[in-house]
């Protein structure tokens, strides 16, 4: 089985070169319409569809306005599970249009939805934002702000919240600029804190599958700022995923 899959929405990856030296698959989306940060409901289908082809357990899903796409991958899963998102944002906000999947509301879709989705761990989220767990989600979500990844004790506790086999989602904006660059508003953490939180998984719990997010793509800077952080992200991308390649276990 190739072990990565590489979903293609703005061909931001056709100018990195992380993955060509793993066996991979590439899931072309560029043709699908209504998909950019929000997602309807024939192109949630067809997503679905395509995505059902590709098998590989690390799962690359171009920028965060296509992190909704970890509710595909895993909406389907008939055995308890644990997710463990490392996010600058915390997507749980309510629908702006009702039943409409988003990048800000995927979180919140898949608790509501996945029965045998028990825990949610958000680490990284801004301190601003992570007062938007709602009170009925408070028994299921636990946060570690950005401020809080600061301290020691953190990775500490995060391995005495893991009760279930993992899936692990990764929204770059999480990490300091000094690290990559991404079209959002980004944390501080590093890859280092990563790595640390990554041995920790896979000591304690099976993983069933990684998807990362969070490239840039943004036209805004213009070309010379886009050769520059594809280099960089490609880089990035890079040591992430011989990180996790490198301790993978799966459930």
């Known amino acids: 089985m190739r072990p990565v899959t590489i979903f293609n929405f703005t061909d931001v990856y056709k100018r990195q070169d992380f993955y060509r030296k793993v066996p991979y698959d590439w899931v072309d989306c560029t043709d699908l319409t209504g998909v950019h940060g929000f997602c309807d409901g024939a192109s949630l289908t067809e997503i679905e569809r395509r995505a059902k082809r590709a098998g590989g357990s690390f799962r690359f899903l171009d920028c965060g306005n296509f992190h909704y796409v970890s509710y ?5 899963y008939k055995e308890p599970y644990d997710l463990v998102v ?35 761990i958000l680490i990284g989220v801004s301190d601003e934002l992570a007062c938007a767990v709602r009170e ?20 500490s506790d995060f391995a005495g ?21 991404t079209d959002w508003d980004q944390g501080s953490m590093t890859l280092a804190q990563l790595s640390r939180a990554w041995e920790v998984i896979c000591r304690k719990k099976p993983v069933l599958a990684v998807d990362i997010c969070g490239e840039y793509n943004s036209i805004s800077g213009g070309n010379r700022r886009i050769e520059e952080s594809d280099k960089r992200n490609s880089l990035a991308n890079e040591k992430i995923l011989n990180m996790f390649l490198e301790k993978r276990i799966y459930a």
């Open 72 to 76: 595909v991958l895993q909406k389907d």
């Open 86 to 120: 490392f996010d600058h944002h915390a997507d749980l906000m309510a629908s702006s249009f009702q039943g409409i999947l988003s990048c800000g509301n995927w979180i919140r879709q898949i608790l509501e939805e996945q029965e045998f989705l028990k825990r949610v």
């Open 161 to 181: 919240q893991l009760k279930e086999p993992v899936y692990l989602s990764v929204d770059k904006d999480v990490f300091s600029s000094s690290e990559l660059l």
């Open 136 to 155: 009925d989600f408070k028994d299921r979500v636990k946060i570690y702000t950005e401020s809080e990844l600061s301290g020691k004790d953190w990775v």
